[in-house]
């Protein structure tokens, strides 16, 4: 049958299933449901537009998009090759809502520009290093194009009138902001194979006798003929382009997976894919050659031979040289790791890798700079050569940063250590000027910025470090009526800062913040683009689970709301893994962050009656891989104990909650509904309940199914599809591209449930992933979604 008849067969079955449905809200002519009208007025409100501050800091770039593509667009040409969703129309990524519209603001002054773009097709936009430009990918059904934008006047015009490859990197801006690196359609290409219609050869795979594992994954390649796609529409000319549009080609085309331009410009590092290819990894793991380029093309360093990721080891890294990069304050000198451990982390070893470095003209031996005794996990330079080196302990989920003040001869000194867990311990990330990559340094202090977790929430945080003396000194600091985080520093010595600002009440607006003075003005002033929902109560609460770890979450409660009304409920959660139940315990969040909604939010119960649980913590903890040997006990208490205390609050009816969530937490529902009877219904979205069908991990759980299979089947809620007695409502999109989540099962948990008599309804969404895009998916989802809980939580009669 062809993949035409299955389509049509699979929307008529929608079609058929939405039509009979007895308790739909309202129907439109397609056969989609529609939810009632203040809820698909609030999903059609227009977002809030996205901002990126300029290099210079004197510019704000707001990017503006609709609420939701049409089912049409996301219907539009699509291929899926080696795990990337692409279009063959523009050569591009399958863009689903892109940017519609570019303003620029001036920072002092607060003028607006909006920006002369054509009408049709999406935009990308990025400011030049030098903040005076703004390079903009124009994606369309005839190809992407290149525009640059002038910020002092605002003019647009064409530099590429096509051509461009969006999926061979497009165009970067070049560090002087006088041109462009760009992956090109190359000018020899000819028409796309096409699909033959009687197959040439069988698709075959084989493995002799290497250990390859590997995790489940979506859109990858099928057989020969999508290999033939693939490297149609992903091999790419490298070129230099002026701002004029000039070409300069160099190289030839091939699959490349990255091109980074020495400090000099005279010199790059070149990733580029080659065969053979996987029909079971994504392209990111395809064998790939590592080289040093000059700037015309000619190879003058072969660095690395990467062979297909499933031979590195379960936690482990590749042997020989990864992660190479340019040294930023020399002009051609070579970076990158290497393992000492064969990239195994059950070998023994007193130090895990080493830091090298090979100069141009690359002809001699590399030198080891620094030996590091757990995993290299990335390194960072400030302004004046002071390098700081990360590394981190899968066993004991420990990581650290060590400082090498005078650069790599130096020695090490250590800035912090700490549990990848720990939130309130993160002493933040430090400040990067803007378009260089390399750390502000002032004098001999950085600056940190964290999001400042703390047992109040989250109160983010501005410091500086003293890299002499270690000692830090705290800047400024959120207050706790409101969410604040730095955005930029306007100066070095952070005298004015531009912030992003929010409250309950006022949504995410940015600020410029004259510490000095003590004063704030408003840069933006953003409306809240849902008032519907401005009234609504909010309560961030924390409570005990039955062993003593705490939970939190955050209760919404409908404008209406009357102490001591008990309302109909909605627990929304995603479960996540600690090693401790100290951490497990730490507040993540913020009492003061705005309610924005999206999609098919589960918040927009709101307006029909609903107390809403959203994010009531699931922690699972258990040391080193053993978290998940009691995940269902774990979860289950967690759940108890949300409920107990939505019930105790006087908030909650206990006969009228239900419990839903996406992904992992779509698992967690069919979970709850198995083995506890806590819930009267579950919504369950584009999740996995079948574990063996992901045996060689998921999640953080990287125990494979022959290496723990009772835990496999334990969690697994298909195993216990007989158990499930309470109503469930599964919704899963028919192109899920999530790793683990293929649409095969929630088939076939719906099977089982199906099987064993429960009370289940299962909707799929076509062309949708794992996230729903369409406005007309996202209005039924509403629907269906409502249309459940009203007959089996609010139990309203039909």
Avoid at 56 to 71: A, C, I, K, N, V
Avoid at 603 to 610: D, H, N
């Amino acid at each position: 049958m062809s993949r035409f008849l299955l389509r049509a067969g699979f929307a008529f079955a929608l079609v058929a299933l939405t039509l009979a449905a007895p308790f739909a809200q309202s129907q439109a002519p397609s056969g989609y449901l529609m939810p009632p009208k203040v809820i698909a007025d609030i999903m059609d409100a227009e977002p809030l537009p996205g901002v990126a501050v300029s290099p210079d800091r004197r510019t704000l770039l707001l990017t503006h998009r609709r609420s939701m593509p049409t089912l049409a667009e996301v219907a539009s040409p699509m291929l899926r090759l080696g795990g990337s969703r692409i279009s063959p129309l523009s050569n591009g990524p399958h863009v689903l809502n892109g940017v519609t519209g570019i303003t620029l603001k001036d920072v002092a002054s607060g003028a607006e520009r909006k920006l002369a773009l054509p009408a049709q097709g999406s935009f990308s936009p990025t400011f030049s290093p030098d903040g005076k430009k703004i390079a903009i990918a124009h994606s369309t059904d005839t190809g992407t194009r290149l525009l640059v934008a002038d910020v002092a006047t605002g003019a647009v015009r064409t530099v590429l009138d096509g051509g461009v490859n969006g999926l061979g990197g497009g165009c970067s801006w070049l560090e002087d902001s006088t041109g462009f690196l760009c992956g090109l359609i190359a000018a020899s290409r000819g028409v796309a194979p096409a699909t033959p219609r009687v197959p040439t050869t069988p698709n075959i795979q084989q493995n002799m006798g290497t250990i390859a594992a590997g995790r489940t994954y979506q859109d990858l390649l099928t057989g020969s003929h999508d290999e033939l796609l693939y490297d149609y529409y992903f091999t790419s000319q490298p070129a230099w382009v002026d701002l004029a549009g000039t070409k300069t080609p160099f190289g030839k085309p091939a699959v490349y997976a990255g091109l980074q331009v020495s400090t000099n410009s005279q010199f790059l590092i070149v990733i580029r894919i080659k065969r053979p290819y996987s029909y079971l990894l994504p392209a990111s793991s395809f064998p790939r050659d590592v080289e040093v380029w000059d700037r015309k093309g000619a190879v003058v360093k072969a660095l690395a031979d990467v062979p297909m990721d499933d031979v590195v080891p379960t936690n482990g890294v590749q042997q020989g040289p990864r992660n190479a990069r340019w040294h930023p304050l020399e002009p051609a000198t070579l970076l990158y790791a290497e393992a000492l451990d064969k990239g195994d982390i059950r070998n023994k070893v007193p130090h895990r890798d080493r830091v090298m470095s090979l100069t141009a003209p690359f002809t001699g031996q590399p030198a080891e700079l620094l030996k590091i005794e757990w995993r290299y996990d990335g390194l960072s330079f400030t302004e004046r050569g002071a390098v700081m080196v990360n590394e981190s302990d899968r066993a004991s989920r420990m990581r650290r940063t060590w400082l090498l003040e005078t650069g790599f001869g130096a020695t090490p000194r250590k800035m912090w250590e700490l549990a990848q867990e720990d939130r309130y311990g993160d002493p933040g990330l430090p400040l990067v000027r803007p378009a260089t990559g390399k750390v502000m340094q002032v004098g001999d202090a950085v600056y940190l910025t964290g999001t400042g977790a703390s047992a109040k929430g989250d109160l983010p945080f501005l410091d500086r470090l003293n890299l002499k003396t270690m000692q830090k000194e705290r800047l400024w600091q959120s207050d706790d009526q409101s969410f604040e985080s730095i955005v930029a520093l306007v100066d070095d010595n952070a005298a004015k800062v531009i912030t992003r600002r929010e409250t309950k009440q006022i949504p995410a607006n940015y600020i410029m913040r004259d510490r000095t003075a003590g004063s704030m003005t408003a840069i933006t002033a953003f409306k809240d683009p849902h008032p519907q929902l401005s009234d609504v109560q909010k309560q961030f609460v924390t409570y005990k689970r039955a062993d003593g770890v705490t939970l939190s979450g955050t209760i919404y409660l409908p404008p209406s709301y009357k102490l001591g009304i008990r309302l109909p409920m909605f627990v929304w959660a995603y479960p996540q893994e600690f090693t401790n139940a100290d951490a497990a315990s730490q507040i993540s969040g913020s009492p003061n962050r705005f309610t924005l909604v999206s999609g098919a939010s589960h918040l927009l119960l709101l307006t029909q009656g609903y107390a809403v649980f959203d994010g009531a913590t699931m922690p699972i903890i258990g040391s080193g891989e053993t978290a998940n040997d009691s995940y269902v006990e774990q979860l289950v208490a967690s759940a108890q104990a949300a409920v107990d205390y939505a019930v105790n609050a006087g908030i909650a009816d206990r006969a009228r909650i239900g419990v839903g969530g996406h992904s992992y937490g779509a698992f967690m529902t069919a979970n709850l509904l198995a083995h506890s009877d806590i819930f009267a219904a579950g919504v369950a979205r584009s999740g996995a309940y079948n574990r063996t069908l992901t045996p060689f991990g998921f999640q953080n759980e990287t125990r494979t199914f022959w290496e723990a299979p009772d835990v496999y089947a334990k969690m697994s809620p298909f195993w216990h599809a007989h158990k499930v007695k309470e109503p469930i409502l599964l919704i899963h999109g028919e192109l899920d591209n999530n790793s683990g989540t293929f649409p095969i099962q929630s088939e076939r948990f719906y099977m089982a449930l199906k099987g064993h008599g429960a009370t289940a309804r299962y909707v799929t969404l076509p062309y949708e992933s794992h996230g729903y895009s369409a406005r007309e998916s996202n209005m039924h989802v509403m629907a269906e979604t409502l249309n459940w809980l009203d007959k089996y939580v609010k139990k309203t009669p039909n």
